[in-house]
């Protein structure tokens, strides 16, 4: 394993290959947002149903990462890492033909599954590597090229929709797919032998006990799941909301503030990688905590005082480029003592995050539809 104190140089090509192989999520929810409500039109379904297709893939992103990451464990990183890549490559190609919402449901699910390998490796892969604050600029450099997956995705699909409809999404989808089975394809085993955990279901149940039970994995997990509910319930909820009364952005104005937001996370993720180097992860994560904090209290008060969008979008900037600082040092941090179960603790660490992302959108919605009224009417 690498010493930190070192400073290890990390190569350009392992950044960008494994940076790419963990945009499963959000090129998996963000590049055919843009085109939900059409989507739910041509299925004849409800707008919860095709709000549904994106919880779906939230859920098989979460659970696919706890089948996964013990797995990956016992067998090594990289086979598991190409079957996974290949299977989502199929299946998004099989949603462009889906002929009702119950098929692209169950499409959607698989694909999550599948998409979940990637994500859960290439955080093994960076932890089997790095440690401490290198593990955490790694994280951090990952995450500027992963950043551009929610910048062109949303962009691409408002532009590809004035050539193609929904289906032709998940075309482009299954090709990115097939692009990143080539990058799998370049990247060596990072897990010897020798590191390998043997034994079956008993053993994998008590290395997900083991970290489970340690505070220093705990805690930052958490901190990550807090902090990504709110773009969570953004990916989830925002076409609906923003493209819908009082604020009627057009599918490609919502493309361009998604965008926007997705820089902030890019650009967020390389100061990340700077203060790092001055202030070590702990600090660096309290920072950023403190900074979306700040633009969620804001966000409510311009929701709830003013018609207008711009209270909405500036703060929205605040707490969702805070994602690009919060998750690498929360993510190094809590990988920091699982060297031994490294694809257990990432999956783990993973599952949290999606599992609070499929509920808490839908939680939000009842709870506001009930007590608040307006803006929550219009979600889906």
């Excluded at 804001?298 to 969008?309: E, M, N």
């Amino acid at each position: 394993m690498t010493s930190e104190t070192a400073r290890p140089k990390i190569p350009l090509g392992r950044v960008l290959a494994l940076g790419g192989l963990s945009t499963f999520g959000p090129l998996s929810l963000d590049l055919y947002l843009p085109a939900l409500p059409r989507l739910t039109a041509d299925l004849g379904t409800t707008e919860a149903l095709g709000q549904a297709s994106m919880s779906v893939c939230m859920i098989g992103l979460a659970v696919g990462q706890l089948l996964v990451g013990p797995f990956s464990d016992r067998i090594g990183r990289r086979r598991p890492l190409l079957v996974g890549v290949a299977l989502y490559a199929v299946t998004s190609l099989l949603c462009a033909f889906a002929p009702t919402i119950e098929a692209l449901l169950v499409l959607r699910l698989i694909g999550g599954l599948a998409g979940a390998v990637g994500l859960v490796v290439s955080r093994a892969m960076v932890r089997d590597l790095y440690s401490g604050d290198a593990a955490a600029r790694a994280f951090a450099l990952l995450m500027v090229v992963g950043g551009t997956a929610p910048v062109i995705a949303p962009v691409l699909g408002s532009q590809l929709l004035r050539i193609t409809d929904w289906r032709g999404l998940f075309v482009t989808l299954a090709l990115i797919g097939a692009v990143l089975l080539v990058a799998a394809l370049t990247q060596r085993e990072t897990l010897p032998p020798a590191r390998r955990r043997a034994g079956g279901f008993a053993d994998t149940g008590r290395a997900l006990a083991g970290v489970l039970r340690d505070r220093t994995f705990l805690v930052p997990t958490l901190v990550l799941a807090l902090v990504c509910c709110g773009m969570f319930v953004y990916i989830a909820m925002g076409s609906y909301v923003l493209q819908g009364a009082p604020y009627a952005l057009g599918a490609q104005a919502y493309g361009i503030v998604f965008a926007v937001n997705a820089v902030g996370i890019a650009l967020a993720s390389r100061l990340s990688a700077a203060l790092v180097r001055r202030i070590g992860a702990p600090r660096t994560l309290v920072v950023a905590v403190a900074v979306s904090v700040t633009g969620g209290a804001t966000l409510l008060l311009g929701v709830l005082l003013t018609d207008s969008v711009w209270a909405v979008l500036l703060p929205l900037f605040l707490v969702v480029s805070s994602v690009g600082i919060v998750a690498p040092n929360a993510t190094a941090l809590a990988l920091a003592r699982q060297g031994e179960a490294a694809g257990s603790a990432s999956a783990l660490l993973g599952l949290t995050q999606f599992a609070f992302g499929a509920v808490v959108p839908r939680w939000c919605r009842s709870v506001g539809s009930r007590r608040c009224g307006w803006p929550w009417r219009s979600w889906p």
